[in-house]
């Protein structure tokens, strides 16, 4: 099912998550998730944009370009940023509109559960650890305007209330 996507400046966006509990419900949101996500189209979606306050997002960094491989993080944990920092650009399907320049870690190891109770654990590199962070965000309340510098925010939050 296609689930409707909060847009900025809905407050609960901006609220830190609560953890999430591995249930039946729980796998339905993360597939209704998914199938939102594709339908957007995106690359990555948490919890909090579709109004649920959890610990949970999903991802496929490639599936523009090749074979979906999708990820479904539970209750993931940033263990270690990695490499250098690099500024590229990112766009949000809460925020539509203005693609901002982002600085993130080059790589991130992710910690999560999957959906059928089992620890995972990755180095993710490249767009994929660029797109992992920005969910991550999410699930803190963190939005891509949140790190941007203040002419840069104004010339966003600008672009998006036009």
């Known amino acids: 099912m296609i689930l409707p996507i909060l847009r900025w400046p809905d407050p609960v966006l901006t609220t830190p998550c609560a953890p999430a509990v591995l249930s039946d419900d729980l796998r339905a949101l993360a597939d209704d998730m998914l199938d939102t996500m594709y339908a957007a189209p995106g690359r990555g979606l948490a919890a909090p944009q579709v109004g649920r306050l959890l610990r949970l997002f999903v991802m496929d960094a490639g599936w523009k370009d090749g074979p979906r491989t999708p990820r479904v993080l539970v209750n993931p944990e940033v263990v270690e940023l990695m490499g250098a920092r690099v500024v590229g650009p990112e766009g949000c399907l809460s925020i539509p509109g203005p693609v901002t320049q982002v600085e993130r870690a080059e790589a991130v190891r992710m910690r999560w559960t999957d959906l059928d109770g089992g620890p995972q654990e990755a180095v993710l ?38």
């Open 125 to 162: 590199t490249g767009f994929e650890a660029i797109c992992a962070q920005h969910e991550y965000d999410h699930l803190d309340g963190i939005l891509t305007l949140d790190r941007l510098s203040p002419q840069a925010r104004a010339e966003a939050e600008a672009a998006v209330l036009a």
